[in-house]
C-alpha cells in the first residue's frame, strides 16, 4: 500500500458540490428535478474528515460550489498543476446521462436540459473531458469519488484509458451504471457520502464496519486504502440501500482500483478518530457468523409466506430476526475484539471482450465462503485489468523480463499492459502456446494453463431481423453467409490487435475470402488486404464487440444496414448503451470461425518468492471457485462454486465448454436476444498457427506506414503545452501506435512573419524506438512567439507526403494538433476552398485534433478538411488522447 508522505508530495484534494441550481422544473421546463440541498453537509463533512486523515494538509484541500462550468475548469485545472503526490476529485451534485445511454455528465449551477434525440446538457461538464485533464497532471495517484445519479456510467471512460492512466488513477462510484439514487433529507449528508465520511473518520474494519482496521500500528491507527473503503461502502451501501428504479434494485457502489497494483492511502490514522458513542457490551457467547446465503433464503422464504396462516408466518418472521440478530452481534464483537490481516492482492489479466463478466465474477468471490476464514476474515482481494490481447502475447513471450524489470521506456510492459498478473485469462486458449518463448532466451513467466477450458461462446454474425433470412441461426461457412448479404448490409469486425474475438473473426474473414482457411495457411498482404475490404470502413475499427455493438445505433441508417462479427454472448450483455432505436438482431453461426473458450492460467514469475505459497494457495482457492472444478482448496463443499463462480458466465450468455456446449445459465431463453440454445455443431477452439499468420497478414495488410505529427507552437498554445495532457505530451502517447518498421516525422507549426516556410523540423522522417523518439520532443518541443499558418503547414505536409508516395502506396496520415487560435490564416483569402482541392486530390487522411471541444462541429474548418481528406475530425469533447492513438495505429504497423 503506497504511503504518501505529506510533508514530501503536495497532495490536493478539491471537493466539488452543486446544491442549489438555477434552473428547476417545473417552473423551467428544461431545468434539473430540483435542489440538493444535502450537498452542502457533504462538503463540510469530508472536509473535516479529510483534514483528520494525515494525508492532506489543511491548505490542500478546497471545498467548491462552482458558479458555472468555467468556474469549475479553473479549479481543476489549479488542482492539477498543483499535486505532486495525491490528486483528489469529488463531485457530488446532478448527474445524467444522454438518451443514448453514453457519456456521464456533471450539471454544474446553470445547466439545463434540451431535449431530442440524444438529451444535450447545457451548463454541464462532461466526465470525458474531466478524466483527460486529470490525465495531465504529475500527480503520482490520482482518486476521483463521485456521488451523483447514474456514478456507475463513468467506468466505462476508465476502461477505455490508456494503460499509463489507468495504472494510476483509481475510481470509486457511488452506484451501478444507469441507476438514480436518493439523496436522503436536507439536514444530513447523502447516505452515500455519509457513509464514506463515516469510514474515513472511525476506519474499515472487519465485515466493511467501522473501527480501527488490523494495518492499524497503534491502538488509534486507523489507515484506510482506497480498496478496503471501496470494498466496505459496498459491503455496506449494497445491504442497506436500493436505488430508485422501478421496481428497486441493490444499491451497489462500484470502483476501478489503479492498476498499478499499490492501494493508495486516503486516511493515515495520524490523529485519533473522533469520539465513538458509547460501546455496547458484546453478547456472552457470540452465535456463529451465518451465510448471507441462508439469510437470503429466509428473507425469499418470508416473502413467500406473507399470505400463510399468522402462526407459520411468525415462524418466518422470528427465524428471520434471529439470523440478523447472530449477524449483528458477531460484527459488532469482530468490530471490537477480532483483527484481521491485510487480504493478499491477486492481479488478474483478461481480454477485453470478457472483462466485465470476469469483474462481476471476482466481485462475488470477494465476498464468498470460500474468501473467508473461519474468523470472518478476507482471505484475498482481486485486481482485475486488460489489455490488447496481441500486447499481452507478445509481452509474455517476448517481454517477460523488462516485465518484471523495467529497462527503457521503448519496452515497459508494467506501463503499456499492467502491473504482472498472477492470473491471466485470455478469451481463446490458443494463445497459452502462443504466449510460450519460442526461443532459448531467458524466460520470467512460468505459464501454467488448466487443460481445458471453462466457458464457451462462439463468433456470430448478428444480422439486423430485417436482413435475416428464413430460417436464420444456421450454420454455414461465413463465405456463404456473407454472400447472402451483399447488396442489403455491409460487415463489421472489431479490431484484431485487441481482442481475441477480433482476431478469430479475421481468421474467418481471410478463409471466406479464399485467402486462407481455419488452418494456418497465410493469405499473404495482396490476399489480406481484398478480404479486409470487404469490412472497409471510416475510422478505425471497434476495440470490442460491446463497442461496435453500442456505436451501430447512433445512425439508424447504419443500424439497419450493418452485420456485426461478435461473440455471441454480447448479444446478451451489450445493452448497457441499448436505446429505443436499436435494431434487432438475430445470430447466425459461421463454421469456419473458432470460438472464444476462456481458459484459466496461472502465472509464475521467477525470484518472487516472498510470498510465493500463500500466493499459490490463494490463486488455487480461487480458481477452484470460478471454474467450479470443486470445493475450495480448504475443501469448503461446491456449493458455492456453483453459485458463484460460473454463475456470472451463465447470467452473461456463456455456453458449457464440454459437449455439445448448452447453456450455462438457466432463466432465460437465448431467444430472448436473438440467438439459439442449440443451433447444431458448433465451432471448435482456434489452432495458435492460424491466429498467427492472420495476426502477420493483417499487419502486412496495413502497414508499414507513415505519419506526420504537425504540433501547433503559437503563442496561443501556452496553456495547452505541459504534462501528459499538453500537446507535446498528446504526440508522445500517440506513438504507442507506431511500431520499428513505420516512418514519421514531427513538425513545429509556428513561423515569423515572412519566413521561408511555416514550420519548423522537430524529428526527421525516419524510423525510431518510441523512447528516442519522446527524448527528441522532450528536448525540442517548444512554444514561440509567433503565430501558425494552418494552411501553409497543411499545403506542405500533403505535398511532402505525395512525395514520398511515388515509388510505393503504403498508408499515410497527417495529424495536425492545434487549439484553432490561428483558423483565421486557414479561412481567409479563399484559402479554405484550395485546401479542400488539394485534400481531396492527393487522398492522404487529415486528422484534425482539436484542443478546443467545438473544434468539430458542423461548418468548422477542421471537419471540412478531414472530411475532405477521408481523415477524421477530434475534439476535447471525445477522449482525444485514445482516439488520435487508434487513428495513428491505424495507419502504423504497432509492436509486433
Known sequence: MSRPEPRRKANRALLVGVPEYDYKQPERPNGVPGDLKAIAHNLTALRDALGRGGVFGEDEIVESQPANVDDFDRQLDAAVDAAEGVLLLYFSGHGAVPSTGAELWFLMRTATIEAGTESVFRGAAPWKSVLTVLGRTGAEHVVVVLDCCYAGNAAA????????????????????????????????????????????????????????????????????????????????????????????????????????????????????????????????????????????????????????????????????????????????????????????????????????????????????????????????GITVYSAGAADVVSAFRDQSDPWQRPTSDDINPQRDIGPQPDIWIPASSANVDRARATTDQRRWAELVPDPTAFAYS???????????????????SLGELMAGLEGKAEVRRTDPEYTDAGLLATVGLYGAHGTGNAGAEKAGAAGAAAAEHSVAQLGPPSPTGADLLCV??????????????????LMKTAVSCDRRTRARRMAEYPDDVPALDPT????????ADRDTSARSDEVERFHHWLTGAGGGADGKDGADAAQGGLAEFGKDGFRSASGDHPPLGSGFAFSDFGALSAPGPLTRSARP?????????????????????????????????????????????????????????????????????????????????RGVAERAIDRSARVRNAEADPYGALIAALNAMAQRRVDDERPQLIVYLTDDEDNNRLTEGGRLEGLLRSARSMKVPVVMASLDSGGCDEGKADAAISEASGGRCLDTRTDLVADLRDEVARTGTGDE
Open 458 to 476: 462462439p463468433i456470430v454474425l448478428a444480422v439486423p431481423q430485417a436482413l435475416a433470412t428464413e430460417g436464420s441461426g444456421r450454420t454455414s
Open 600 to 607: 484459466f492460467v496461472r502465472v509464475r514469475w521467477d525470484d
Open 552 to 569: 451501430l445505433p447512433d445512425d439508424d441508417a447504419v443500424d439497419d444496414h450493418t452485420a456485426a462479427l461478435v461473440p455471441e454472448f
Open 689 to 769: 498457427d492460424a491466429m498467427s499468420a492472420a495476426l502477420t497478414d493483417y499487419r502486412d495488410a496495413h502497414g508499414p506506414g507513415r505519419v506526420l505529427f504537425l504540433l501547433d507552437s503559437s503563442g496561443s498554445m501556452g496553456d495547452l503545452w505541459k504534462g501528459p495532457g499538453g500537446a507535446p505530451g498528446i504526440v508522445k502517447q500517440s506513438l504507442g501506435g507506431l511500431g520499428a518498421q513505420d516512418e514519421y516525422g514531427v513538425w513545429a507549426v509556428a513561423s515569423e512573419a515572412g519566413a521561408k516556410r511555416p514550420y519548423s523540423e522537430l524529428l526527421a522522417f525516419g524510423q525510431y524506438g
Open 157 to 380: 471512460a476508465w476502461d477505455a484509458l490508456g494503460a499509463a492512466q489507468r495504472r494510476r488513477t483509481s475510481l470509486l462510484m457511488s452506484v451501478q451504471a444507469n441507476n438514480r439514487i436518493d439523496a436522503g433529507n436536507d439536514d444530513t449528508p447523502t447516505p452515500f457520502t455519509a457513509r464514506l465520511v463515516h469510514f474515513l473518520n472511525e476506519g474499515v474494519g472487519p465485515g466493511g464496519l467501522g473501527g480501527p482496521s488490523a494495518e492499524a500500528g497503534g491502538e488509534t491507527g486507523f489507515p484506510v486504502g482506497f480498496g478496503k473503503l471501496a470494498e466496505a461502502l459496498r459491503a455496506y451501501i449494497s445491504r442497506h440501500e436500493v436505488t430508485l428504479r422501478e421496481p428497486p434494485e441493490p444499491w451497489e457502489p462500484q470502483s476501478r482500483s489503479a492498476t498499478s497494483g499499490e492501494d493508495v492511502l486516503l486516511a493515515l490514522g495520524a490523529a485519533p478518530p473522533p469520539p465513538s458513542p458509547p460501546p455496547i457490551p458484546p453478547p456472552v457467547v457470540p452465535p456463529p457468523l451465518p451465510s448471507w446465503r441462508r439469510v437470503r433464503n429466509a428473507l425469499k422464504s418470508l416473502g413467500a409466506r406473507l399470505s400463510k396462516p399468522p402462526a407459520r408466518t411468525l415462524a418466518v418472521v422470528a427465524a428471520v430476526l434471529v439470523a440478523l440478530a447472530g449477524l449483528t452481534a458477531v460484527g459488532l464483537v469482530l468490530s471490537r475484539g477480532s483483527s484481521c490481516k491485510p487480504p493478499l492482492e491477486l492481479r488478474l489479466l483478461t481480454d477485453p471482450d470478457i472483462e466485465p463478466t470476469v469483474r462481476k465474477a471476482a466481485e462475488d468471490y470477494l465476498t464468498s465462503e470460500t474468501n473467508t476464514t473461519d474468523d470472518g476474515c478476507r482471505r484475498s
